[in-house]
């Protein structure tokens, strides 16, 4: 079993190296010590089998090189220190070790692999969102609105889409009422939880629950059908297209 | 003091104690130092320039053993230099550098502690981590600030230059 080490620290490195190296059936085919030297390792070799990897590198974090590259080989990450990590890790079951580790916690993470050896399939994204501690962020829950002479609270899973017409913001829920609302399109958005809404153009942010049909349009456009319907072409603009399928792939 | 400090420096010990027990013996005798150093200091408002210099060398030499040689600090300045600054003040600026810049083998960060003009200068080079998980190092400064304030010394300054991010840390005598 072909095996990379992201390490930035010397002495762990050497001490990892070691480990590995001391397991049957496992050979070290590079140790990597910075996200550059990463990248450049990836371009240059074949795929190992298997990744241990350190978080935090001396110029920046691990996973930019494997979000970057679309890496899919199966990785065990690494750290002393990151509680953020650790919580994000235990959520989506991603295989960590704590720092140091022992010959047995090496044999242990190598038998669990070969008994799981499916591939890797992490958000990188939202696990650097993780560890920054932006999980601690809480999105709006809830918008008030007026029906006539009453007042709603509307929650925003509730909601459809919100989106702009005349320099006004307007509000499109589940059951298909439209609402005024209060704030622009800017400002709502950033409220708003990113897993549930998009921003698929300059007037309108959408809830992924209310996407019924996505085709493709002219100019790399796509072009959606929501439900409740809209009155009147729905389009994702060029350049959110891509951002917006990542999203729909989460 | 970051708690990641003190878990990176046991997972530094745990691969010297296999590499050289000597060097391990080395380091455990200077992180507690460090540690020791940190907690007497919360007891005091002012550190001899002496005593600051020693424990930043001290400081220095955990960071030197994880990082190696991407890692360089000069000390040109006398270790009797008479005078006071805020404890904690050299650890601090050091671990800031390192923390906010990448310290890695294609670009080596270079740290300086040097004596000019009746204070006592940190600058580092400047090459910014792209994904920076650290916040903002201002919590450290302003407390630095603080000190100064309430010593009424001025001169205390922090900035940038193209190249380099440089403190100033007057000498109170």
């Known amino acids: 079993m072909k095996v990379l080490i992201i390490e930035d620290e010397k002495p762990a490195a050497r001490r990892i190296k070691s480990l590995l190296e001391n397991t049957p059936g496992v050979s070290v085919v590079g140790v990597v010590e910075s996200v550059k030297r990463g990248k450049e390792w990836f371009n240059t070799n074949p795929s190992p089998d298997l990744i241990f990897s350190d978080i935090q590198l001396g110029d920046g974090l691990s996973f930019e090189i494997f979000k970057e590259l679309g890496i899919k080989t199966p990785i065990i990450f690494t750290t002393a220190y990151n509680e953020y990590a650790l919580e994000a890790f235990k959520h989506n079951s991603i295989a960590y070790l704590l720092k140091p580790f022992v010959q047995e916690d090496i044999n242990e993470s190598i038998a669990k692999f070969k008994e799981f050896p499916n591939s890797s399939n992490i958000n990188f994204n939202d696990l650097i969102a993780k560890i920054r501690g932006e999980h601690a962020k809480t999105y709006r829950n809830r918008f008030l609105v007026e029906k006539g002479d009453q007042m709603i609270s509307l929650q925003s899973n509730e909601v459809s889409y919100i989106y702009s017409e005349d320099k006004a913001t307007l509000l499109k829920d589940l059951a298909g009422n439209r609402f005024f609302v209060r704030g622009s399109l800017d400002e709502i958005g950033q409220e708003l939880d990113p897993r549930a809404f998009f921003r698929i153009n300059r007037s309108m942010l959408v809830h992924h629950q209310s996407i019924d049909k996505i085709s493709n349009y002219f100019g790399g456009t796509l072009k959606l059908e929501l439900i409740p319907s809209f009155d009147g072409d729905v389009s994702v603009s060029r350049r959110r297209v891509s951002e917006f399928k990542d999203w729909l792939n989460h | ?173």
């Open chain 2, 1 to 173: 003091m970051n708690p990641h400090f003190l878990f990176n420096s046991l997972n530094t010990l745990a691969s010297l104690i296999y590499e050289s027990p000597d060097k391990a013996t080395d380091f455990v005798s200077k992180l507690s130092g460090v540690y020791r150093y940190v907690l007497k200091s919360n007891e005091k408002d002012l550190a001899t320039i002496k005593e600051e210099l020693e424990m930043a060398k001290t400081f220095v030499f955990l960071l030197k053993t994880r990082f190696e040689d991407d890692l360089n600090i000069d000390f040109e300045i006398k270790e009797d230099l008479e005078g006071f600054i805020p404890p904690l003040s050299l650890q601090l600026l050091i671990e800031n550098a390192v923390k906010h810049n990448v310290v890695s083998p294609d670009s080596n960060l270079n740290i300086k502690v040097f004596n000019k003009g009746g204070k006592v200068h940190v600058s580092n080079s400047l090459n910014k981590k792209e994904v920076d998980l650290n916040n903002s190092s201002k919590t450290g400064l302003n407390q630095i600030k603080q000190r100064y304030e309430i010593y009424k010394t001025e001169g205390f300054k922090f900035y940038k230059t193209d190249s380099e991010f440089i403190v100033e840390l007057p000498i109170i005598q």
